[in-house]
């Protein structure tokens, strides 16, 4: 009798719909267990951004409520737009879903990704094809995609966002852009993009963080515009590293800066403004502290993917700082893992 090796299931924190829950009218995250909880563990620093009244906190008391029963439905809700929009949405540039080709990757980048998997590679070597943001802070950035890519992309993107199809939140902060996954854009694209490149890559970069065991990710686009998000509140990720890709298009302002690792006490003394360049990545570790300055003019749209390796998360969850409460969810999850029982191959069976 042979069995077969246990297939992993990806999970989520049951954290996720209790922690690090953002509230962007008082610039704070917060922790939701209820009304109690709140009002002592956050009234003081509440009241001192604006929220005095009994109306105020009532309103902020069902938003927070809302958010946490979006949060609770979000898997399910994704699985059916993304099969939604794979039976009913026409591309505007159908190209950009077929496999990822190297000719939609700038050459400095495919230069160091031939170079992170060639024989003697090490850091120092590595260092030398990048450009080094902060040695402090460990902040890289290097060109990852061509123009003619990002343009295709961008003009892709526009069309969906145009069309009549459901569209999730990028994330909990982001309120415009697009989930790659729910676009059908992970398997084509973001998923080589991360085995093929992106892990040798990180393996040199951030060896303590995962790099060289990335089994998973979270990509999605944000978009930055006039009446819409401008800028985006200092948080830290929930991945182990990030790439924040800049597709377009002309903009000011909107500058990336970034603070200390989010435990660090003085996590904002000095934070390191780093400007957007249309190709480029900014590679940075998930727990570094980071926002978005104000966008001057025009729109900016980014490629932000998280990154996540289980062998590090599934021992301490990023958000709550604890062993992980695995809950089971759609997809990669929030790349958590947990493994199945074996099961008969029965075609082994005599």
């Not at 879903?97 to 170079?115: G, H, I, N, T």
């Not at 694209?189 to 963080?209: G, I, S």
């Not at 966008?295 to 289980?310: F, I, P």
């Not at 790349?335 to 075609?347: D, I, Q, Y």
Request: overall charge negative.
């Amino acid at each position: 009798m042979a069995t077969v090796g246990a297939p992993r299931r990806f999970c989520r924190c049951a954290c996720f719909c209790t922690e690090n829950l953002y509230v962007a009218r008082y610039g704070l995250h917060v922790r939701f267990r209820g009304e109690q909880q709140l009002r002592r563990d956050y009234g003081p620093i509440l009241r001192s951004r604006g929220c005095v009244s009994a109306k105020d906190f009532q309103q902020l008391l069902a938003e927070l409520e809302q958010e946490v029963e979006r949060r609770r439905r979000l898997g399910q809700e994704s699985a059916a737009r993304k099969a939604l929009i794979a039976s009913s949405y026409h591309p505007a540039r159908p190209e950009v879903y077929d496999s990822l080709q190297d000719a939609a990757l700038a050459p400095e980048f495919l230069a160091v990704a031939e170079y992170s998997v060639s024989p003697g590679a090490d850091l120092k070597g590595l260092l030398q094809r990048l450009e080094t943001v902060s040695e402090e802070k460990r902040i890289y950035r290097v060109p990852v995609f061509t123009a003619p890519f990002c343009q295709a992309l961008l003009e892709e993107l526009e069309h969906f966002e145009q069309s009549d199809m459901p569209k999730g939140r990028p994330n909990t902060m982001n309120n415009y852009g697009v989930l790659l996954h729910e676009l059908g854009l992970d398997e084509p694209l973001m998923t080589p993009l991360r085995e093929r490149f992106l892990q040798p890559l990180m393996a040199l970069l951030y060896p303590d963080c995962g790099g060289g065991r990335l089994d998973s990710h979270r990509a999605f686009v944000v978009k930055y515009a006039p009446g819409q998000d401008l800028e985006l509140g200092c948080h830290y990720d929930n991945a182990e590293l990030t790439l924040n890709v800049a597709l377009g298009k002309v903009f000011t302002g909107g500058a990336l800066y970034f603070g200390g690792l989010f435990q660090a006490p003085t996590a904002l003394t000095e934070p390191l403004e780093v400007e957007h360049v249309v190709g480029q990545g900014v590679l940075h570790r998930g727990g570094q502290l980071h926002g978005a300055r104000p966008l001057g003019t025009g729109e900016r749209w980014n490629l932000v993917v998280w990154l996540r390796a289980s062998a590090v998360r599934n021992r301490l969850c990023p958000m709550c700082c604890c062993e992980p409460d695995l809950v089971d969810d759609e997809g990669f999850g929030d790349g958590f893992t947990r493994e199945e029982p074996a099961t008969v191959n029965v075609c082994a069976l005599t």
